[in-house]
């Protein structure tokens, strides 16, 4: 028997789970309504899947699979919610989560999802695929490299970086991209952090280095 833990604060919507995995005779379910309740369960009963809703009042399901797996690290957990979940995608991935399911979905596919995360196998949207962080262990791995995975600049930043770069100045470069200056002298001060750099000259050419701008983007 698979013994499988559903926590969900809205009681419909857990009885309505249980009823239609109980579908499948090796599927057995256990409904409980707070995490609170289920972490205290945990420690007398051991389940092969749980599932939790993202979005439950005092303790969320985030910090639900975060307490879980810190105290029973091969548990496997999906997160089963009808919110959108890429906000915190990253989070949950680093949480320990083994899958994501809406509540949207038919019942074969969450017998499906449970099977896969029996396996160790995950189930997630290709939309939230796309987010995945891919970290690649190197035993040479160059200064650049580490540099790379350490400087998050966004599209924005990147913009007035180029602009920088052909020596435009703020007031022009607050024109071009319709911001005030202040905005872009906001926004340099944030690059040169994290760049680690202290003028623009600097900016440009570390920028450079981490291939963040082009050569045509110099004068």
Partial sequence: MINILLVDDHPSVGEGTKNMIEQDAEMQVTVILSAMEALELVKTETFDVMLFDLNMPVISGLELTKRMMSAHPDSRVLIYTGYEISPHFNLLIESGVSGFVSKTV??????????????????????LLRQLRRREIRLNESREERALEAVSINEREQEILQEVASGSANKDIAGKLLMSQRTVEYNLTRIFEKLGVRSRAEAVVEARRLNLIHSSDFL
């Fill in 106 to 127: 038919t019942r074969v596919q969450l017998l499906n999802a449970i099977r896969c995360a029996l396996r160790d196998e995950a189930v997630i949207p290709v939309s």
